[in-house]
């Protein structure tokens, strides 16, 4: 089953000192440093338990005075349920939910699974990695990082340091999703698994893995035009007028009919 790996939200109308100071109370034997200053903040904390960073908070827009919570990986189940609890107002401007594979094939499997849905559903797909040889690990990016919705599938076993673990086949799939403004009120009580939902291709990617349907949740996906998409806007915008010209002329059927026949297609008509 999946599980969050991020969640960062907006913590509205409350003061960054007490949320900090709660933070502190909930996670204990922890201390608080300076942070990296992130998304335009002025000011910006971590709670640490060693070297391991729980939570991050920033504050200090200029466009608004609520503080800004950042929970990721093993963090970020503890950090919804807290959110949810202490703050149920919270605005999410970040959710992402991972589903994890160890067997033998896992990667072949599902970047084959992937790749189908992307190509039906005209997404765009980048490889990274060790294609070649599969030796030093790979990433499937699919769909657009300025998107709404984007995914990361990538052999997380074979990632630098991970070979401790002695899980070479391990294969995560992530769904990032970075809501629009409408939408990140709703996204403040959203599951794990309701996080597939968030875009059709991705819906979809979750009823293949698990035999199971989820509910559409519409978080403003915007649609990423294809290459085909722009090639027949140019087509368009270059030939449309000679387009109606001919098709005046000749009547729209008999155009067709020589177009198809000019590209060596066999007429239907």
Request: aromatic fraction near 10%; charge should be neutral.
């Amino acid at each position: 089953m999946p599980s969050f790996d991020w969640y960062q939200a907006t913590l509205t109308d409350q003061q960054p000192e007490e949320v900090l100071a709660v933070l502190k109370e909930f996670f204990p034997r922890t201390d608080i440093k300076r942070g990296r200053l992130l998304y335009g903040y002025k000011e910006a904390f971590d709670l640490v338990r060693g070297d391991h960073r729980i939570v991050s908070l920033m504050w200090g827009l200029h466009s608004s005075p609520d503080p800004h919570i950042q929970f990721t990986g093993s963090d970020a189940k503890e950090g919804a349920s807290l959110c949810r609890k202490l703050w149920p107002n919270h605005r999410v401007s970040r959710v992402d939910s991972a589903m994890d594979w160890y067997s033998t094939g896992a990667w072949d499997e599902l970047s084959s699974l992937a790749l189908e849905i992307a190509q039906k559903h005209n997404i765009k797909v980048q490889h990274v990695g060790d294609f070649l040889r599969g030796e030093n690990g790979r990433t499937l990016y699919i769909g657009s990082k300025s998107s709404p919705v984007f995914v990361c599938l990538y052999e997380k076993g074979k990632q630098p340091g991970m070979e401790l673990l002695g899980e070479p086949h391990w294969v995560r799939l992530e769904v990032r999703v970075r809501p629009k403004s409408s939408a990140k009120a709703q996204c403040a009580t959203i599951t794990p698994p309701e996080v597939f939902g968030c875009a059709l291709w991705t819906k979809e990617l979750y009823q293949r893995l698990t035999g199971s349907s989820i509910a559409r949740h519409q978080v403003g996906t915007q649609y990423e035009p294809t290459d085909d998409d722009r090639a027949f806007a140019a087509l368009v915008k270059q030939y449309g007028p000679l387009v109606v010209r001919l098709c005046g002329a000749m009547g729209a059927e008999a155009f067709a009919k020589k177009l198809l026949d000019g590209v060596g297609w066999d007429c239907p008509f």
